[in-house]
């Protein structure tokens, strides 16, 4: 369930009540059997699927184990016992250092945001529990948990409720710890992020991959269009020498013959497969209950998909040749039926022909090429300094690995590519400030007052049972709209792979800027700050008051916050101890793999059902970001140590989770080599504004004037410490320092390592070799040249049951191929 849905059913189910009518969120959950209710039915969630987890892990090791068995890197941490809990401390006992080699560097960084998000979290919540807790209750006599300050009876509440409290002497406590949370969140940060640059520099600075030796040039001018021109441009910067450059060519053509290719291979492998009949392989207990598949060797495709025993799954003829209509004539209306084996195979042919036709054709060159230099030094000095005196020309960035390129955006314009990136930044912007509003409908039709008027039966049967009211009220609302809203990331996913970006790292750290940005804009200014209004039209007054006047947010702000605690408390215990076991479950690919099993026919398909689940940063980083926001802004108000306390919650079981899924179960690419690091810190810093900007509201509506003035300089300095920030530690974090090189290996100094083929085998962590992509799927083939892999890839035959396909052009033609060194 998503954190953002959450947030926004109650944004859209308050915005839709009426003036006077209705019951306010500030009001729908003060009530203490809404907590109680919540934290039962959380607990005897989290704590079922976590049993199952424990339960099933041992017997399906090929989908909780996946990538332990799979990965040469994972296959150095120790192995997991079988016992229902006997895993535990072994995974509690992996260092950050065995996370670092096993998984790479942003995995070791997303894990140290949890460890820096638990040690302050830690901080905030022994200081809420001695001073702050202790002084609310003094003054106000409040407990911060909701429904128990308004408890019939309570007459000490009661009587200080009834006051009319202004500028008591304990709203310092809102001053003082403002400064405190925000300097100690600030230290931890500088603390942690001290670490990771220290151990990305080392990290570094002693490999001697192809990648970290390699720029991508862009704005290349039309005169330097040939790799000699560029090589002559290059080393006449004296800087380093020219190992190789490869210009990227309008290939088009090529991929998508290449990509039609994987279309007719498949559709071949069905035909014969119908043909020849295919039993699914049994189970030996390894696997999920419907079949086992056979894990075959990465980089060995050409070999048969069965072999030996195996081959006794394929069954001798036991169907005719299958048959497929052949559409012709004026607008295909005529069609006759042909053997379907007969015509794939010969389409397989002719394109086999076209490809190898445009193999050898020259295509025209780009703007973009990939510069190889002989040692690290010379690429990190190209990409930290100007190249040319022309604007728009010659710009040297970072080169992603050669796998990771996107090779068809390579060949775009950049008009085309400012175009698409523009324009579908636009459409996101609309689709996130207008998300909530476009749901308003759905929202009236959750909340009880409008079930009065449409079905008043349904209305009056919750008001007689108190508990499914409570129910329905406080969880149906974020189940409906988290059911609407759960395509919302996949969304962005999509829109951020059609802008034109040239690598998926690139594609991972817009998914998750937008991601946040969806989450914080709902969460906070549509919930928070214009949550109080009464209605529609209560909220667009709202909004347009804000907009006309700053010190508006900050009042509205202040007002809503004080309100909202019991919402976000809720939320807090039902991600952290009710929806964070299912991950362990991985209850996405359990729920999906019988569709996918069913589905399957060719031996093809029925491998790549051992595929392990892909994890994606950029839909668990900006969800972890906004919870510690949450926890942050809170952090003096007087329910924040119950706030604190589930976030705490919230971090240690995820960190525990993360690092299992991370290292055992879920394949993840090394793509940003921990750049996600300052978007985190950043987002950090945005939520420390956030909480200020309350307190000094909060400050306001209590009429302490002065003291509401004197956290004006502390706002000041966040903002400068921000921008600081970023131009003193985020280099460290995107280049490699001169100094951190090891210039006794080959490739730190002027030495460059011998050269290797454009394929080779998995190595561990090898940045060079990331599995390639082809017509939407991964190959075993692994790609160390930058080299686009319509030019290289082998031409296989198709997977046939029982039978071993002839090699054809097989990867040994291709591995003595070489990117001509210019």
């Not at 390639?772 to 049951?801: C, F, M, Q, T």
Request: aromatic share 12%; charged share 20%; hydrophobic share 45%.
């Amino acid at each position: 369930m998503s954190l953002t849905a959450s947030a926004a059913t109650a944004i859209l189910t308050g915005l839709t009540e009426q003036p006077g009518k209705g019951k306010q969120w500030d009001d729908q959950l003060h009530d203490l059997r809404d907590l109680y209710t919540q934290f039962v039915v959380s607990s005897v969630l989290g704590l079922s699927a976590f049993l199952t987890f424990c339960i099933l892990r041992p017997k399906w090791t090929e989908l909780y184990a996946a990538r332990r068995r799979q990965r040469n890197a994972a296959s150095r941490l120790p192995e997991l016992p079988n016992t229902m809990f006997g895993w535990i401390p072994v995974l509690h006992r992996i260092t950050d250092q065995e996370v670092l080699q096993s998984a790479g560097l942003d995995a070791y960084v997303f894990l140290s945001f949890f460890k820096f998000a638990i040690r302050f979290l830690l901080a905030v919540f022994i200081f809420a529990v001695a001073i702050i807790l202790p002084l609310h209750y003094k003054y106000t006599g409040q407990y911060g948990v909701p429904g128990w300050d308004n408890v019939p009876g309570n007459d000490t509440m009661i009587a200080e409720k009834d006051k009319p409290v202004t500028d008591p002497g304990y709203l310092w406590i809102y001053v003082l710890f403002a400064y405190v949370f925000s300097g100690l969140a600030i230290h931890m940060l500088l603390q942690e992020t001290n670490t990771i640059i220290r151990t990305r520099q080392t990290y570094l600075g002693n490999q001697t991959s192809t990648t970290d030796r390699t720029i991508r040039l862009s704005g290349i001018p039309h005169d330097l269009s040939t790799e000699e021109q560029i090589k002559d441009f290059v080393e006449g910067l004296r800087v380093g020498k020219v190992e190789s450059i490869t210009v990227c060519r309008k290939w088009r053509e090529l991929d998508e013959l290449i990509d039609e290719r994987m279309k007719v291979i498949r559709d071949l492998e069905r035909a014969w497969t119908k043909h020849l009949g295919y039993k699914r392989p049994k189970s030996d207990g390894n696997t999920l209950p419907l079949t086992n598949q056979q894990s075959h060797d990465e980089d060995n495709e050409r070999s048969g998909l069965l072999s030996g025993s195996e081959h006794d799954n394929a069954m001798d003829y036991s169907s005719e040749r299958p048959k497929f209509r052949l559409w012709y004539g004026p607008f295909k209306l005529r069609y006759r039926m042909i053997d379907a084996i007969d015509y794939f195979e010969e389409k397989l042919r002719r394109i086999d022909e076209h490809i190898q036709n445009a193999r050898e054709k020259e295509y025209p060159t780009t703007e973009i090429a990939f510069v190889t230099m002989e040692s690290i030094a010379a690429s990190q000095m190209l990409v930290q300094a100007i190249l040319d005196p022309h604007p728009n020309q010659m710009f040297a960035r970072l080169a992603p690995a050669p796998a990771d390129v996107i090779w068809k955006n390579t060949y775009l314009s950049r008009t085309r590519r400012m175009a698409q990136s523009w324009s579908i930044t636009i459409a996101i912007g609309f689709l996130t400030v207008f998300w909530s509003v476009l749901l308003l409908p759905i929202a009236s039709l959750l909340d009880l007052e409008t079930l009065r008027k449409l079905v008043p039966q349904l209305a009056e049967f919750l008001e007689e049972h108190v508990l499914l009211k409570s129910l329905v009220q406080t969880g149906l609302p974020t189940l409906a709209f988290s059911l609407l809203t759960v395509a919302v990331p996949y969304v962005y996913e999509w829109l951020s792979n059609n802008q034109g970006m040239v690598s998926r790292g690139d594609v991972e750290l817009s998914i998750i800027s937008k991601n946040f940005f969806f989450s914080f804009f709902n969460l906070f200014l549509l919930f928070t700050v214009f949550g109080t209004a009464s209605g529609f039209y209560g909220f667009w007054e709202n909004l347009r008051d804000a907009f006309k006047d700053s010190t508006t947010i900050a009042f509205a702000l202040a007002k809503s916050l004080e309100g909202l605690a019991p919402f976000y408390i809720n939320l807090l215990i039902l991600q952290g101890l009710g929806l964070f076991p299912f991950r362990l479950l991985e209850f996405g690919s359990v729920a999906l793999y019988p569709f996918q099993f069913l589905s399957a026919r060719t031996p093809r398909e029925y491998a790549e059902l051992a595929t392990p689940p892909k994890f994606s940063y950029g839909f668990s980083i900006p969800q972890t970001i906004l919870i510690l926001v949450i926890c942050v802004v809170y952090s003096v108000f007087p329910s924040s140590w119950l706030i604190c306390l589930f976030g705490l919650i919230y971090f240690t079981v995820g960190k525990f989770i993360y690092k299992y899924q991370l290292l055992y179960a879920m394949d993840h690419q090394q793509h940003s080599t921990g750049r996600a690091w300052p978007m985190i810190c950043n987002r950090v810093f945005v939520g420390l504004l956030i909480h200020q900007l309350a307190m000094i509201g909060v400050l306001a509506l209590r009429r302490a004037i002065t003291r509401s003035l004197l956290l004006v300089p502390l706002l000041g300095f966040t903002v400068w410490f921000s921008y600081w920030f970023g131009r003193t530690y985020e280099p460290l974090m995107k280049f490699i320092a001169l100094k951190s090189i090891n210039r006794d290996q080959p490739g730190g100094d002027d030495i460059s390592p011998s050269p290797s083929s454009n394929f080779s085998p998995p190595s561990g962590l090898d940045r060079d070799s990331f599995p390639i992509r082809i017509g939407g799927h991964d190959l075993e083939l692994r790609l160390k040249k930058y080299v686009n892999p319509s030019l290289i890839v082998p031409l296989h035959d198709a997977w046939l049951p029982g039978r071993t396909p002839t090699p054809g052009n097989g990867a040994s033609a291709f591995e003595a191929h070489q990117t001509p060194n210019v």
